[in-house]
């Protein structure tokens, strides 16, 4: 059985388990803001029809000035990507040849990446249930790679570490001469702001990389940042190719940013909207990540197989993201976005349904 390596794109998924796809869906396999993009970015848009007839600026200087001043860290410590994956791709041509410990479950890209680069991967793979990052048994672990990737908040599970731990590992990373590389594509869904990027300044081993397509609901544009030390992030861009990022995504990355409204809404809105879910999920036998973000997994407690809820989810047009490709889930759990008030009211009718017969 051959599923789809990512959320979204639903289509493909009821073809690779062979479902008829209903004639209406609700997508909860993409981890985008349900309250979509910034409102201003929707009024402004006829206005940028124009810059389709310009070449962008390849230095990004408006909107890197931009991220200077609101992570407090000089201009030269940033680079801005294609998004994510291009950044990731990018890391993982820096860190070519070299070996690689993905602590796992993770995003499956930074394993697609770093073998492409000809890295060697290895697993660290979290107790599951927590999902604690414990040092004890990771960091004799250093003294055989060359770089470490951590994904906090964590996808797909939406734990947030503990940040004495991390601290720990970046520490201990640092000592090992290991390069740390922490995914923060999903710290601006925390309720309490938090980010390792002023760690930077003290630390030359630390790579952040940054998603600005996720909470600003932009992921057809394209967008995202890298925080390093300047040798790594001069290093870095040498692999870019030019004007990688086009200047409709630099236009919508600086309108998103100055948006403090719009951040704070969606806060709000994913902290009412996972809390009564949880509540549904925990009352109805159904176990459910502790997630502090605005995504989270869950199982059915009744069954060790969920291939049958995601087989019955799909067929009543809920669309959930498969487990099976996230070492450490091995497919026994489903991840569900934080959506509209809504369609979260219509993924509960369907999980009653299937309890009410399971």
């Keep these: 059985m051959l599923l789809p390596s990512h959320g979204s794109n639903p289509h493909y998924l009821y073809q690779s388990l062979q479902i008829t796809q209903p004639e209406k869906i609700i997508d909860f396999s993409a981890?985008?803001?349900?309250?979509?993009?910034?409102?201003?970015?929707?009024?402004?848009?006829?206005?940028?029809?124009?810059?389709?007839?310009?070449?962008?600026?390849?230095?990004?200087?408006?909107?890197v000035n931009l991220i200077s001043k609101s992570e407090e860290l000089p201009e030269d410590r940033i680079l801005v990507g294609n998004g994510g994956a291009e950044l990731i791709t990018l890391v993982a041509r820096f860190l070519s040849g070299r070996k690689v410990l993905i602590i796992q479950p993770a995003f499956s890209e930074y394993e697609q990446a770093c073998m492409s680069s000809g890295c060697r991967v290895t697993y660290h793979i979290l107790e599951e249930g927590d999902w604690e990052l414990r040092l004890e048994p990771l960091v004799p672990l250093l003294e055989q790679v060359d770089a470490v990737f951590i994904c906090t908040p964590n996808n797909p599970t939406g734990v947030a570490f503990k940040e004495q731990s991390v601290l720990k590992l970046i520490k201990a990373c640092q000592k090992h001469g290991v390069f740390t590389i922490i995914d923060e594509a999903f710290h601006d869904f925390l309720e309490r702001d938090f980010s390792y990027a002023s760690y930077i300044k003290d630390y030359s081993n630390l790579l952040i990389l940054r998603s600005l397509t996720k909470m600003y609901a932009i992921p057809g544009l394209r967008l995202g940042y890298l925080l390093a030390n300047p040798e790594i992030i001069s290093q870095i861009k040498r692999y870019r190719p030019h004007w990688s990022v086009n200047s409709l995504a630099l236009m919508a990355g600086e309108i998103s940013l100055k948006d403090k409204v719009h951040v704070e809404k969606t806060k709000n809105l994913i902290r009412q909207q996972r809390y009564k879910l949880n509540g549904f999920y925990k009352n109805n036998n159904f176990i459910v990540s502790d997630s502090q973000v605005n995504f989270y997994l869950v199982r059915d407690s009744k069954k060790s197989d969920q291939l049958p809820l995601l087989r019955f989810l799909l067929q009543n047009g809920i669309v959930p993201r498969h487990t099976f490709n996230f070492p450490g889930l091995d497919g026994k759990w489903l991840r569900f976005a934080v959506k509209s008030e809504r369609d979260n009211e219509r993924l509960v009718e369907v999980f009653r349904q299937w309890r009410n017969h399971h």
């Design 31 to 63: 981890n985008i803001n349900p309250l979509g993009p910034p409102p201003e970015l929707k009024e402004r848009w006829p206005d940028f029809f124009d810059l389709v007839n310009e070449y962008p600026d390849p230095r990004a200087g408006m909107l």
